[in-house]
């Protein structure tokens, strides 16, 4: 059987035209925020002069990919740099050690036990994988 296998999985689905459903969500989103300021915000200056920055904020949610990642990812990423510790202490554990000790003896035992193929062997395996059936029945019947 024949399957498809899936390409360009990396790539977001276009919903409407060129955009994607997180810039069509950010979009809406902004929208919603400039209409509840719209009716909150009784001036008209003092609007546009708060408008202009979130609405900048909310298209650079929608559109900006630094790195190639999205700009929510970026934001989210930068915050858990300064709130996850930096240093990383490791703690060895006693049991760890037993292990590997227990797997070294192990490796040395596997590499003494390593068996040698003979020519004849290895000719006789060539034969096998560059033919038919048949010569695979005719060294069966050499051995026995």
Request: charge should be positive; aromatic fraction near 14%; proline fraction near 4%.
């Amino acid at each position: 059987m024949h399957y498809n296998v899936p390409q360009f999985i990396d790539i977001e689905d276009r919903i409407v035209g060129p955009l994607t459903a997180k810039q069509l969500l950010w979009i809406f989103a902004m929208g919603a925020v400039l209409l509840i300021m719209w009716l909150t915000i009784s001036s008209k200056t003092n609007f546009f002069i708060v408008a202009i920055p979130v609405g900048l904020m909310f298209l650079a949610l929608a559109f900006y990919r630094p790195y190639g990642q999205p700009l929510s990812k970026f934001i989210g990423s930068i915050f858990l740099f300064f709130v996850k510790p930096k240093i990383y202490i490791w703690k060895r554990e006693m049991e760890l050690k037993k292990e590997t000790v227990s797997l070294k003896k192990q490796e040395q035992t596997q590499v003494i036990n390593k068996k040698a193929l003979h020519q004849k062997e290895v000719y006789d395996l060539s034969k096998i994988l560059d033919s038919q059936s048949d010569i695979l029945n005719e060294i069966n019947k050499k051995k026995y």
